[in-house]
């Protein structure tokens, strides 16, 4: 489970100004401790991010970076496992963080952030305009993938190991899920 700071209301003033070499995440006025990732995690992230940030910049369609990496929107800060900003909306990089709803965000989960991830951090990513969102499940090998609705998300499937995972975010990208889920242990 992860630890949750509520002593009192934080805002992302508070948050910035944090210095204890912890990770956080702020949701709701609430610190959220984020803990270390497991090596199958790690695994994974490194390779999801690996083949979407090499076809954006050889495609020049924009680019991906890992956590830990700060997206503010609103009132809240999170830091996916991995997002995507298109060409279109390069303006939302700044120099310390990301101001805005990135086109992709994938969260690979693990025993303490899945409820975040699944339940508030979703809802957050739908609220402010993120297009797609893949959770992905390292025990049971599964992507679930989520492309924003007009009112909800919209499920598109889950995917697994013999699977080949695209977008159209990124037109022509194909990952083999074989390939993503090899060696976990």
Known sequence: MAVVLSDRIYTVEDYMKLDDGQRYELIGGNLIMVPS?????????????????????????????????????????????IL??????????GELNIQGAPD???????????????????????????????????????VDVYVAGEKEWLWIGAFDQEDVLTTALLPGLEISLAEVFKGLK
Do not use: C
């Open 84 to 93: 995507y900003i298109s060409k279109d909306k390069s303006s939302i990089i």
């Open 104 to 142: 992709l965000v994938v969260e690979v989960l693990s025993p303490s952030t899945a409820t975040y991830d699944r339940k508030k951090k979703s809802r957050l990513y739908f609220k402010h305009g993120v297009k797609e969102y893949w959770l992905v499940d390292p025990d049971v090998k599964f």
């Open 37 to 81: 990732p497991s090596t199958n995690h790690q695994r994974i992230t490194g390779k999801i991010y690996r083949l979407l940030s090499d076809f954006a910049e050889k495609k020049q369609l924009g680019e991906v970076f890992d956590a830990p990496m700060d997206v503010v929107l609103d009132n809240q800060v999170i830091q996916p496992d």
